[in-house]
Protein backbone atom coordinates (compact mmCIF):
# COMPACT_ATOMS: atom_id res chain seq x y z
CA UNK A 1 0.00 0.00 0.00
CA UNK A 2 1.05 3.62 -0.96
CA UNK A 3 1.44 5.96 1.44
CA UNK A 4 1.39 9.60 1.14
CA UNK A 5 3.90 10.58 3.82
CA UNK A 6 6.47 8.83 5.50
CA UNK A 7 7.44 9.67 9.35
CA UNK A 8 10.85 8.42 10.90
CA UNK A 9 10.76 8.24 14.48
CA UNK A 10 13.61 5.82 14.75
CA UNK A 11 15.45 6.22 17.95
CA UNK A 12 13.08 8.72 19.36
CA UNK A 13 11.42 7.68 22.73
CA UNK A 14 7.95 8.24 24.09
CA UNK A 15 5.90 10.63 23.25
CA UNK A 16 8.13 12.04 20.00
CA UNK A 17 6.43 9.38 17.80
CA UNK A 18 3.05 10.26 18.54
CA UNK A 19 4.17 14.14 18.52
CA UNK A 20 5.38 13.76 14.91
CA UNK A 21 2.73 11.90 13.64
CA UNK A 22 0.07 13.83 15.10
CA UNK A 23 1.98 16.67 13.41
CA UNK A 24 2.25 14.82 9.75
CA UNK A 25 -1.23 13.73 10.06
CA UNK A 26 -2.22 17.00 10.48
CA UNK A 27 -0.70 17.76 6.84
CA UNK A 28 -2.71 15.21 5.29
CA UNK A 29 -5.95 15.49 3.41
CA UNK A 30 -8.67 12.78 4.46
CA UNK A 31 -8.33 9.67 2.77
CA UNK A 32 -4.54 9.94 2.54
CA UNK A 33 -2.59 7.56 4.66
CA UNK A 34 0.93 8.03 6.57
CA UNK A 35 3.45 5.45 7.18
CA UNK A 36 5.47 5.68 10.75
CA UNK A 37 8.32 3.87 11.74
CA UNK A 38 9.41 3.72 15.39
CA UNK A 39 11.59 1.86 17.49
CA UNK A 40 10.05 2.35 20.77
CA UNK A 41 8.64 -0.18 21.95
CA UNK A 42 5.45 0.68 23.89
CA UNK A 43 5.05 2.58 20.46
CA UNK A 44 3.03 -0.05 19.19
CA UNK A 45 0.45 -0.02 22.32
CA UNK A 46 0.07 4.07 22.38
CA UNK A 47 -0.64 4.11 18.26
CA UNK A 48 -3.09 1.50 18.76
CA UNK A 49 -5.16 3.77 21.54
CA UNK A 50 -3.92 7.19 19.71
CA UNK A 51 -5.86 6.32 16.54
CA UNK A 52 -8.75 4.73 18.30
CA UNK A 53 -9.05 8.18 20.59
CA UNK A 54 -8.85 10.54 17.20
CA UNK A 55 -11.04 8.30 14.88
CA UNK A 56 -8.48 7.78 12.60
CA UNK A 57 -8.07 4.00 10.99
CA UNK A 58 -4.56 1.92 11.82
CA UNK A 59 -4.80 0.15 8.72
CA UNK A 60 -1.93 -2.20 9.27
CA UNK A 61 1.20 -2.54 11.75
CA UNK A 62 4.08 -4.70 11.84
CA UNK A 63 7.05 -5.58 13.90
CA UNK A 64 10.67 -6.77 12.61
CA UNK A 65 13.56 -6.83 14.63
CA UNK A 66 12.74 -4.42 16.95
CA UNK A 67 11.11 -1.82 14.26
CA UNK A 68 7.29 -1.08 14.40
CA UNK A 69 5.89 0.22 11.26
CA UNK A 70 2.27 1.64 11.54
CA UNK A 71 -0.15 2.63 8.23
CA UNK A 72 -2.62 5.40 9.19
CA UNK A 73 -5.71 6.41 7.43
CA UNK A 74 -6.91 9.91 7.99
CA UNK A 75 -10.73 10.31 8.59
CA UNK B 1 13.19 28.11 28.29
CA UNK B 2 15.74 28.04 31.26
CA UNK B 3 12.94 29.80 33.19
CA UNK B 4 10.34 27.64 32.48
CA UNK B 5 12.09 23.98 32.96
CA UNK B 6 13.93 25.67 36.23
CA UNK B 7 10.34 25.39 37.83
CA UNK B 8 9.82 21.68 36.94
CA UNK B 9 10.75 19.35 39.41
CA UNK B 10 11.50 15.54 39.55
CA UNK B 11 9.66 13.56 42.09
CA UNK B 12 11.65 9.67 42.68
CA UNK B 13 9.97 6.83 43.65
CA UNK B 14 11.30 7.30 47.30
CA UNK B 15 10.29 10.55 47.80
CA UNK B 16 6.55 9.62 46.24
CA UNK B 17 6.94 6.82 48.76
CA UNK B 18 7.23 8.51 51.91
CA UNK B 19 4.67 10.75 50.58
CA UNK B 20 2.34 8.26 50.78
CA UNK B 21 3.54 6.57 54.02
CA UNK B 22 3.01 10.24 55.66
CA UNK B 23 -0.37 10.79 53.96
CA UNK B 24 0.51 13.87 52.49
CA UNK B 25 -2.30 14.78 49.59
CA UNK B 26 -0.94 14.26 46.19
CA UNK B 27 -2.77 14.70 42.66
CA UNK B 28 -1.67 12.60 40.36
CA UNK B 29 -2.43 13.37 36.16
CA UNK B 30 -1.47 9.66 34.89
CA UNK B 31 -0.99 10.49 31.11
CA UNK B 32 -0.65 7.03 30.13
CA UNK B 33 -3.23 4.86 28.37
CA UNK B 34 -6.32 4.28 29.78
CA UNK B 35 -6.27 0.59 29.71
CA UNK B 36 -3.08 0.69 31.37
CA UNK B 37 -4.10 3.03 33.98
CA UNK B 38 -6.91 0.64 35.04
CA UNK B 39 -4.58 -2.37 34.97
CA UNK B 40 -2.10 -1.20 37.42
CA UNK B 41 -1.63 2.61 39.03
CA UNK B 42 -0.44 4.22 41.89
CA UNK B 43 -2.55 3.88 44.86
CA UNK B 44 -2.18 5.90 48.67
CA UNK B 45 -4.99 6.89 51.16
CA UNK B 46 -3.93 10.61 50.55
CA UNK B 47 -3.81 10.28 46.31
CA UNK B 48 -6.00 11.72 44.15
CA UNK B 49 -5.68 10.59 40.51
CA UNK B 50 -6.76 11.19 37.18
CA UNK B 51 -6.10 9.73 34.28
CA UNK B 52 -6.22 11.43 30.80
CA UNK B 53 -3.57 10.07 27.85
CA UNK B 54 -0.66 12.14 26.97
CA UNK B 55 -1.82 11.87 23.08
CA UNK B 56 -5.49 13.82 24.38
CA UNK B 57 -3.04 16.67 25.67
CA UNK B 58 -0.75 16.97 22.63
CA UNK B 59 -2.80 19.97 21.25
CA UNK B 60 -2.63 21.90 24.84
CA UNK B 61 -3.28 21.45 28.21
CA UNK B 62 -6.65 22.70 28.59
CA UNK B 63 -8.24 19.62 29.63
CA UNK B 64 -6.15 19.18 31.88
CA UNK B 65 -6.22 22.54 34.00
CA UNK B 66 -9.49 21.89 34.52
CA UNK B 67 -9.27 19.25 36.37
CA UNK B 68 -6.04 19.94 38.31
CA UNK B 69 -6.34 21.36 42.06
CA UNK B 70 -4.10 24.68 42.41
CA UNK B 71 -3.90 24.11 45.66
CA UNK B 72 -1.56 20.98 45.86
CA UNK B 73 1.37 19.66 44.45
CA UNK B 74 0.28 17.70 40.79
CA UNK B 75 2.57 14.81 39.72
CA UNK B 76 2.79 13.94 36.21
CA UNK B 77 2.95 10.30 35.96
CA UNK B 78 3.82 7.93 32.54
CA UNK B 79 5.62 4.82 31.79
CA UNK B 80 8.66 5.54 31.67
CA UNK B 81 9.36 9.53 32.24
CA UNK B 82 9.60 11.03 28.79
CA UNK B 83 5.48 11.86 28.54
CA UNK B 84 5.54 13.05 31.93
CA UNK B 85 8.29 15.36 31.23
CA UNK B 86 6.54 16.45 28.26
CA UNK B 87 3.06 17.16 29.52
CA UNK B 88 4.09 18.79 32.97
CA UNK B 89 6.50 20.86 31.01
CA UNK B 90 2.79 22.55 28.89
CA UNK B 91 1.33 22.94 32.65
CA UNK B 92 3.69 25.06 33.80
CA UNK B 93 3.84 26.86 30.30
CA UNK B 94 0.47 27.50 31.14
CA UNK B 95 1.44 29.16 34.18
CA UNK B 96 0.88 26.35 36.94
CA UNK B 97 3.47 25.80 39.58
CA UNK B 98 4.01 22.88 42.22
CA UNK B 99 4.37 20.73 39.28
CA UNK B 100 6.45 17.66 39.76
CA UNK B 101 7.34 14.40 37.11
CA UNK B 102 7.87 11.04 38.30
CA UNK B 103 11.66 10.34 37.58
CA UNK B 104 12.03 6.69 35.92
CA UNK B 105 8.11 6.70 35.83
CA UNK B 106 6.19 3.45 36.30
CA UNK B 107 9.00 1.61 35.54
CA UNK B 108 11.06 3.10 38.43
CA UNK B 109 7.89 2.73 40.91
CA UNK B 110 7.44 -0.65 40.41
CA UNK B 111 11.24 -1.34 41.86
CA UNK B 112 11.16 0.98 44.26
CA UNK B 113 11.86 -0.80 47.67
CA UNK B 114 11.07 0.59 50.76
CA UNK B 115 13.08 -0.60 54.05
CA UNK B 116 11.19 -0.21 56.91
CA UNK B 117 12.38 -1.92 60.52
CA UNK B 118 9.74 -4.54 61.61
CA UNK B 119 11.54 -4.93 65.42
CA UNK B 120 14.26 -6.13 67.34
CA UNK B 121 15.17 -9.76 67.93
CA UNK B 122 16.07 -11.08 71.42
CA UNK B 123 19.80 -11.09 70.93
CA UNK B 124 20.18 -7.91 69.42
CA UNK B 125 19.74 -8.60 65.89
CA UNK B 126 17.16 -7.30 63.64
CA UNK B 127 14.27 -7.65 61.74
CA UNK B 128 13.34 -5.75 58.19
CA UNK B 129 10.71 -5.36 55.87
CA UNK B 130 11.66 -4.44 52.71
CA UNK B 131 8.07 -2.98 50.66
CA UNK B 132 7.97 -3.15 47.18
CA UNK B 133 5.34 -0.78 46.93
CA UNK B 134 4.63 -0.11 43.48
CA UNK B 135 3.73 -4.02 43.01
CA UNK B 136 3.07 -5.31 46.61
CA UNK B 137 5.72 -7.44 46.94
CA UNK B 138 7.39 -7.79 50.47
CA UNK B 139 10.90 -9.35 50.79
CA UNK B 140 12.94 -9.49 54.73
CA UNK B 141 16.63 -9.09 56.19
CA UNK B 142 17.08 -10.64 59.54
CA UNK B 143 20.51 -8.90 60.60
CA UNK B 144 22.53 -10.70 63.22
CA UNK B 145 26.05 -10.55 64.67
CA UNK B 146 27.40 -9.56 61.43
CA UNK B 147 25.43 -12.32 59.39
CA UNK B 148 21.97 -11.30 57.66
CA UNK B 149 19.38 -13.31 56.08
CA UNK B 150 17.00 -12.44 53.20
CA UNK B 151 13.79 -13.77 52.33
CA UNK B 152 11.64 -13.15 49.23
CA UNK B 153 14.41 -11.24 47.46
CA UNK B 154 13.09 -9.67 44.44
CA UNK B 155 14.89 -9.28 41.60
CA UNK B 156 16.94 -5.63 42.56
CA UNK B 157 19.20 -7.43 44.79
CA UNK B 158 21.41 -4.22 45.00
CA UNK B 159 19.40 -2.94 47.19
CA UNK B 160 19.61 -5.84 49.72
CA UNK B 161 23.64 -6.01 49.16
CA UNK B 162 23.98 -2.68 49.83
CA UNK B 163 21.54 -2.03 53.18
CA UNK B 164 23.83 -5.14 54.46
CA UNK B 165 26.63 -3.64 53.80
CA UNK B 166 25.51 -0.57 55.15
CA UNK B 167 24.85 -2.42 58.35
CA UNK B 168 28.06 -4.36 58.63
CA UNK B 169 26.38 -7.70 57.99
CA UNK B 170 27.20 -10.49 55.52
CA UNK B 171 25.01 -11.76 53.27
CA UNK B 172 25.08 -15.86 54.47
CA UNK B 173 21.57 -16.90 53.59
CA UNK B 174 18.93 -16.52 50.62
CA UNK B 175 15.20 -18.38 50.85
CA UNK B 176 12.39 -18.21 49.16
CA UNK B 177 8.99 -19.45 50.82
CA UNK B 178 8.14 -20.68 47.31
CA UNK B 179 8.38 -20.89 43.70
CA UNK B 180 6.91 -17.59 42.84
CA UNK B 181 4.53 -16.88 39.91
CA UNK B 182 4.14 -13.01 40.65
CA UNK B 183 7.40 -11.72 40.20
CA UNK B 184 11.12 -13.10 39.76
CA UNK B 185 12.78 -14.15 42.29
CA UNK B 186 16.60 -12.31 43.54
CA UNK B 187 17.27 -15.35 45.70
CA UNK B 188 19.65 -17.58 43.26
CA UNK B 189 21.18 -14.05 41.99
CA UNK B 190 22.02 -12.55 45.34
CA UNK B 191 23.36 -15.95 46.73
CA UNK B 192 25.68 -15.78 43.85
CA UNK B 193 26.74 -12.49 43.62
CA UNK B 194 27.38 -12.99 47.87
CA UNK B 195 28.61 -16.57 47.95
CA UNK B 196 25.77 -16.90 50.37
CA UNK B 197 23.68 -20.55 50.48
CA UNK B 198 20.01 -20.32 48.24
CA UNK B 199 17.42 -22.07 49.74
CA UNK B 200 14.07 -23.36 48.31
CA UNK B 201 11.37 -26.24 49.34
CA UNK B 202 12.13 -29.09 47.64
CA UNK B 203 8.41 -30.10 46.48
CA UNK B 204 8.75 -26.56 44.34
CA UNK B 205 12.01 -27.11 43.05
CA UNK B 206 11.53 -30.43 41.07
CA UNK B 207 12.05 -28.91 37.78
CA UNK B 208 14.61 -26.31 38.78
CA UNK B 209 18.30 -26.13 36.88
CA UNK B 210 20.06 -25.70 39.50
CA UNK B 211 21.67 -26.48 42.73
CA UNK B 212 19.80 -25.62 45.91
CA UNK B 213 19.73 -26.19 49.94
CA UNK B 214 16.04 -27.98 50.93
CA UNK B 215 14.29 -26.03 53.04
CA UNK B 216 12.75 -28.86 54.76
CA UNK B 217 10.70 -29.06 58.21
CA UNK B 218 12.51 -29.38 61.31
CA UNK B 219 15.80 -27.55 59.57
CA UNK B 220 16.86 -24.46 61.50
CA UNK B 221 19.26 -21.84 59.92
CA UNK B 222 21.37 -20.13 62.26
CA UNK B 223 21.91 -16.00 61.37
CA UNK B 224 24.54 -14.81 63.32
CA UNK B 225 25.85 -17.04 66.15
CA UNK B 226 23.59 -17.71 68.39
CA UNK B 227 19.88 -17.33 69.11
CA UNK B 228 17.99 -16.13 66.00
CA UNK B 229 16.15 -19.46 64.73
CA UNK B 230 14.18 -19.82 61.66
CA UNK B 231 11.95 -22.37 61.55
CA UNK B 232 10.50 -24.12 58.35
CA UNK B 233 7.00 -24.96 58.46
CA UNK B 234 5.39 -26.85 55.79
CA UNK B 235 2.85 -25.01 54.78
CA UNK B 236 1.13 -26.01 51.12
CA UNK B 237 -1.49 -24.23 49.64
CA UNK B 238 -0.55 -21.35 47.38
CA UNK B 239 2.09 -24.18 45.95
CA UNK B 240 2.69 -27.96 47.31
CA UNK B 241 5.81 -26.82 48.25
CA UNK B 242 5.11 -23.70 49.99
CA UNK B 243 6.84 -22.91 53.53
CA UNK B 244 6.62 -20.82 56.51
CA UNK B 245 9.11 -19.45 58.86
CA UNK B 246 8.94 -18.66 62.48
CA UNK B 247 12.04 -16.18 62.94
CA UNK B 248 12.62 -15.14 67.19
CA UNK B 249 9.86 -17.53 68.60
CA UNK B 250 7.85 -13.91 67.26
CA UNK B 251 7.72 -13.54 63.85
CA UNK B 252 6.03 -15.71 61.24
CA UNK B 253 6.89 -15.38 57.89
CA UNK B 254 3.34 -16.48 55.88
CA UNK B 255 5.33 -16.25 51.96
CA UNK B 256 1.83 -16.22 50.49
CA UNK B 257 -0.34 -18.39 52.32
CA UNK B 258 -1.48 -15.87 54.57
CA UNK B 259 -2.40 -12.04 54.34
CA UNK B 260 -3.18 -8.93 56.61
CA UNK B 261 -6.24 -8.61 54.17
CA UNK B 262 -6.56 -12.20 52.48
CA UNK B 263 -4.95 -15.30 51.74
CA UNK B 264 -3.53 -17.00 49.36
CA UNK B 265 -5.17 -18.24 45.67
CA UNK B 266 -4.14 -22.08 45.12
CA UNK B 267 -4.37 -21.75 41.48
CA UNK B 268 -1.27 -20.31 40.04
CA UNK B 269 0.58 -23.57 38.69
CA UNK B 270 -2.80 -24.85 37.18
CA UNK B 271 -4.01 -26.66 40.39
CA UNK B 272 -6.37 -24.92 41.84
CA UNK B 273 -8.27 -28.13 42.45
CA UNK B 274 -5.42 -29.88 43.96
CA UNK B 275 -4.56 -27.34 45.93
CA UNK B 276 -7.02 -25.60 48.18
CA UNK B 277 -7.75 -28.58 50.13
CA UNK B 278 -3.93 -28.03 51.45
CA UNK B 279 -4.46 -24.21 51.70
CA UNK B 280 -7.39 -24.80 53.85
CA UNK B 281 -5.64 -27.76 56.25
CA UNK B 282 -2.63 -25.14 56.39
CA UNK B 283 -4.32 -22.05 57.47
CA UNK B 284 -7.11 -24.06 59.35
CA UNK B 285 -5.11 -26.56 61.34
CA UNK B 286 -1.28 -25.49 61.35
CA UNK B 287 -1.82 -22.09 61.78
CA UNK B 288 -4.56 -22.39 64.04
CA UNK B 289 -2.33 -24.19 66.44
CA UNK B 290 0.31 -22.00 66.46
CA UNK B 291 0.42 -18.86 69.22
CA UNK B 292 -2.22 -16.08 68.47
CA UNK B 293 0.92 -13.34 69.63
CA UNK B 294 2.66 -14.28 66.62
CA UNK B 295 3.28 -11.03 63.93
CA UNK B 296 2.25 -12.43 60.90
CA UNK B 297 4.53 -11.10 57.77
CA UNK B 298 3.25 -12.01 54.80
CA UNK B 299 5.13 -11.96 51.07
CA UNK B 300 2.60 -9.41 49.45
CA UNK B 301 0.21 -6.60 50.13
CA UNK B 302 -2.60 -6.40 47.98
CA UNK B 303 -4.10 -2.76 49.39
CA UNK B 304 -2.56 -0.09 50.34
CA UNK B 305 -4.81 0.36 52.99
CA UNK B 306 -2.36 -2.76 54.20
CA UNK B 307 0.11 -0.61 55.03
CA UNK B 308 0.59 0.18 58.88
CA UNK B 309 2.74 3.34 60.61
CA UNK B 310 6.07 3.66 58.73
CA UNK B 311 4.74 1.43 55.87
CA UNK B 312 4.80 -1.81 57.79
CA UNK B 313 2.59 -4.65 56.64
CA UNK B 314 1.73 -6.68 59.16
CA UNK B 315 -0.60 -8.40 62.06
CA UNK B 316 -1.23 -10.19 64.93
CA UNK B 317 -2.21 -14.11 64.01
CA UNK B 318 -5.05 -13.73 66.65
CA UNK B 319 -6.55 -10.83 64.90
CA UNK B 320 -6.66 -12.26 61.37
CA UNK B 321 -8.46 -15.16 62.63
CA UNK B 322 -10.68 -12.39 63.91
CA UNK B 323 -10.46 -10.14 61.17
CA UNK B 324 -9.42 -11.35 57.99
CA UNK B 325 -12.48 -12.83 55.69
CA UNK B 326 -10.42 -15.72 54.27
CA UNK B 327 -10.26 -17.56 58.32
CA UNK B 328 -13.87 -16.90 58.79
CA UNK B 329 -14.92 -20.11 56.93
CA UNK B 330 -14.44 -23.01 59.03
CA UNK B 331 -16.39 -25.62 56.93
CA UNK B 332 -13.82 -27.08 54.08
CA UNK B 333 -16.85 -27.29 51.47
CA UNK B 334 -17.37 -23.49 52.03
CA UNK B 335 -13.63 -22.61 51.55
CA UNK B 336 -13.76 -24.50 48.45
CA UNK B 337 -16.75 -22.79 46.55
CA UNK B 338 -14.80 -19.04 48.37
CA UNK B 339 -11.93 -19.51 46.80
CA UNK B 340 -12.67 -21.13 43.56
CA UNK B 341 -15.08 -18.41 43.01
CA UNK B 342 -13.13 -15.84 43.99
CA UNK B 343 -9.91 -16.67 41.88
CA UNK B 344 -8.74 -12.75 40.47
CA UNK B 345 -7.34 -12.20 37.33
CA UNK B 346 -3.68 -13.89 36.80
CA UNK B 347 -0.84 -11.96 37.23
CA UNK B 348 1.47 -10.47 34.21
CA UNK B 349 3.11 -13.17 32.40
CA UNK B 350 2.95 -15.55 35.64
CA UNK B 351 3.79 -18.28 33.58
CA UNK B 352 7.03 -17.19 31.92
CA UNK B 353 7.74 -15.83 35.50
CA UNK B 354 7.60 -19.67 37.03
CA UNK B 355 9.90 -20.83 34.02
CA UNK B 356 12.63 -18.06 34.73
CA UNK B 357 12.51 -18.89 38.76
CA UNK B 358 12.69 -22.39 37.39
CA UNK B 359 15.83 -21.40 35.55
CA UNK B 360 14.49 -22.84 32.48
CA UNK B 361 14.06 -19.19 30.44
CA UNK B 362 17.19 -16.97 31.19
CA UNK B 363 14.84 -12.91 30.06
CA UNK B 364 17.69 -9.92 29.90
CA UNK B 365 17.06 -7.50 32.42
CA UNK B 366 14.97 -5.27 30.21
CA UNK B 367 12.60 -8.49 29.55
CA UNK B 368 12.54 -9.38 32.96
CA UNK B 369 11.21 -5.77 33.89
CA UNK B 370 8.83 -5.98 31.58
CA UNK B 371 7.06 -9.39 32.64
CA UNK B 372 6.86 -8.12 35.91
CA UNK B 373 4.77 -4.85 35.00
CA UNK B 374 1.77 -4.35 36.86
CA UNK B 375 0.26 -5.73 40.36
CA UNK B 376 1.01 -8.90 41.98
CA UNK B 377 -2.27 -10.69 42.27
CA UNK B 378 -1.42 -12.95 44.59
CA UNK B 379 -4.36 -13.20 47.17
CA UNK B 380 -7.51 -14.81 46.88
CA UNK B 381 -9.80 -10.93 47.54
CA UNK B 382 -7.75 -8.95 44.89
CA UNK B 383 -9.88 -7.25 42.32
Not at chain 1, 2 to 27: F, H, Q, R, W, Y
Not at chain 2, 141 to 167: L, P, W
Not at chain 2, 351 to 379: F, H, L, S, V, Y
Request: with cysteine; net charge negative; glycine share 8%.
Amino acid sequence: MESNKKVDTTGLMCPMPIVKAKKALDELQPGEIMEVVSTDKGSLNDFQAWVKQTNHELLKHSEKDGIYTFLVKKN
Amino acid sequence: MSAITSQLQAMTAGELTRRILNQEPLFILDVRNGSDVADWQIEGESIELVNIPYFDLLDGVDAALEQLPESSDVLVVCAKEGSSKFVAEQLIEAGRSRVYYLEGGMKAWSEHLEPVLIGQLHDGGSLYQFVRIGKGCLSYMVISQGEAAIIDAVRMTDVFMNFAAEKGAAIKHTLDTHLHADHISGGRKLAKQTGAMYWLPPKDAEEVTFDYAKLEEGNIISVGNTTIEIQPIYSPGHTIGSTSFIIDNRYLLTGDILFVESIGRPDLAGKAEDWVGDLYTTLYNRYKALSDDLIVLPAHFGKVTELGMGGAVSARLGDLFKHNPGLQITVEADFRRMVSENLPQHPNAYQEIRQTNMGKIQPDDEQQREMEIGPNRCAVHDK
